[in-house]
């Protein structure tokens, strides 16, 4: 079993770069798997997460494609202690892991190995729906995978024995994802005697998604 924070022989050679081109319109990325990877410049421009493009806080762009050329030039791109730093001229420089750069790698082959396997929901279900620790999720790393993986696959797991204590509402929220601070701030679901929005009434909430960018 692998632990978290171990990296196993194959990691090593699957997210290290081997060598990398800017090839004005594109990154080509060679990894020391035999693998390689061509990133075009308009996405890697518009996946930037810099100041100037927008705040990591809230995740909200400040620019949009349509500010952008349709064809972004890379001047240049090097590999400077473990970070692709990505050149576009005038002051904008975007920095990329390796490790983010490989898990979106835009080839068929690593499209295939990480597109998700949904399951159908049926009467089968009943008896059978999806449980599991909160202590054997947050402490384990198999454990945090597999409620990952059923997470993506079936689309809802249940959280037994969870923390009741307030505090701990973003430990475990942060299981799910990284946590992204809205214009809401960190918001609490509790009844206010002068609701501005459905959160703040005591009604029941059926599931949906809130602020999607």
């Known amino acids: 079993m692998k632990r978290r924070g171990t990296v196993t022989p194959e990691d090593s050679r699957r997210y290290a770069i081997a060598d990398l081109h800017a090839l004005n319109h594109s990154l080509q990325v060679s990894w020391r798997d035999g693998h390689g990877s061509r990133f075009p410049s308009v996405w890697l421009l518009q996946a930037c997460s810099c100041p100037r493009c927008g705040p990591t806080e809230s995740a909200v762009r400040l620019t949009r494609l349509t500010d952008q050329p349709a064809r972004p030039r890379i001047v240049a791109a090097v590999l400077r202690e473990g970070t692709v730093e990505v050149d576009w001229g005038g002051g904008h420089v975007s920095c990329f892991s390796p490790r983010w750069l490989r898990g979106h790698c835009l080839s068929p082959e690593e499209r ?102």
């Open 112 to 213: 295939a190995r990480r597109k998700p396997a949904p399951r159908l929901w049926g009467r089968e279900m009943a008896d059978r729906l999806p449980r599991m620790d909160y202590q054997a999720v947050a402490g384990n790393a198999a454990s945090h995978l597999a409620f990952l993986e059923t997470l993506r696959d079936l689309g809802f797991v249940i959280l037994q024995d969870v923390p009741k204590e307030r505090s701990r509402t973003e430990e475990v929220a942060s299981l799910v994802g990284k946590l992204r601070i809205t214009n809401y701030g960190i918001f609490e679901l509790e009844s206010k005697a002068e609701p501005e929005i459905v959160g703040d009434m005591s009604v029941a909430l059926q599931p949906h998604t809130d602020e999607p960018y």
